[in-house]
């Protein structure tokens, strides 16, 4: 019964963490090349708190070092040990 109940728990927090996700919100630290963007929280319980989430945001600085990163991999199939040409 203990390993039944350990199962569905895990199912349900992968779900959980997944509709997390899918509707915008962030855990953990940011990403390279993006900024996490406090926001008061959606539960008017927790919000009343001061609780807070996150969403991720484009960081102005970092960003165009990722879209360059990408654009050499992709245009110039560049790969981590590799360099641009230059």
Do not use: F
Request: charged share 25%; proline share 9%.
């Amino acid at each position: 019964m203990a390993e039944w109940y350990r199962l569905q728990l895990k199912e349900k927090c992968w779900e959980g963490m997944r509709e997390h996700s899918m509707s915008g919100y962030n855990t953990g630290p940011a990403p390279y090349g993006y900024q996490a963007e406090r926001i008061p929280h959606p539960v008017q319980a927790k919000r009343s708190m001061g609780a807070t989430k996150s969403r991720l945001a484009l960081d102005p600085v970092r960003a165009p070092v990722v879209r360059q990163i990408y654009d050499w991999r992709l245009t110039e199939k560049l790969g981590p040990r590799s360099s641009p040409a230059g």
